[in-house]
């Protein structure tokens, strides 16, 4: 049974993900792996939304992040109701993978696969997971678990206050 979420707030291509993944992190991830033949493409592909190549939505839950406002809930990436306990949800918007490997602990992690720069598919069985190589990434403190990835996904910082999870 998959725990998979994805959240999504408009309707970002993966080449637009690509494209915002491209800070200097992602281009030394992109520089060290492979060749030109093997970097990831930008057409859509398994689990993907095949008019946008976005991660398929099936069966997961849309969330629009608040804008503006000094209140922690207006500036909330995500409600903690949003994260189940041993899996996680991914905000592609973000760029970011938001996990609780047990019950009141949240992580969270750049969607960007450290292999070859492809955004994580989805978090299932307790793992981050990529689809692109199939590299699987610990919901606990991103390290990779299988595959070819050898290097853990960013970590990022986020706040909890209440049900409101921001970044920091």
């Known amino acids: 049974m998959k725990n998979e979420q994805v959240l999504e707030a408009g309707t970002a291509s993966r080449r637009m993900l690509l494209v915002g993944a491209g800070s200097v992190g992602a281009v030394a991830a992109l520089a060290a792996c492979g060749t030109e033949s093997d970097s990831p493409s930008t057409s859509s592909g398994p689990g993907s939304d095949p008019t946008t190549g976005a991660p398929s939505t099936t069966g997961a839950q849309s969330a629009a992040p608040s804008a503006g406002g000094g209140d922690t809930a207006a500036n909330a990436i995500a409600k903690t109701t949003d994260v189940p306990v041993g899996s996680g949800v991914i905000l592609a918007e973000q760029q970011v993978v938001i996990t609780q490997p047990a019950a009141g602990t949240f992580k969270c992690f750049s969607n960007v696969c450290t292999h070859q720069g492809c955004p994580v598919s989805s978090v299932d069985g ?43």
């Open 126 to 168: 307790g793992s981050i997971v990529c689809k692109c190589h199939n590299s699987l990434f610990s919901i606990e403190d991103g390290s990779p678990t299988s595959g070819p990835a050898r290097q853990p996904l960013d970590e990022k910082q986020i706040t909890v206050d209440g049900e409101s999870i921001t970044l920091a």
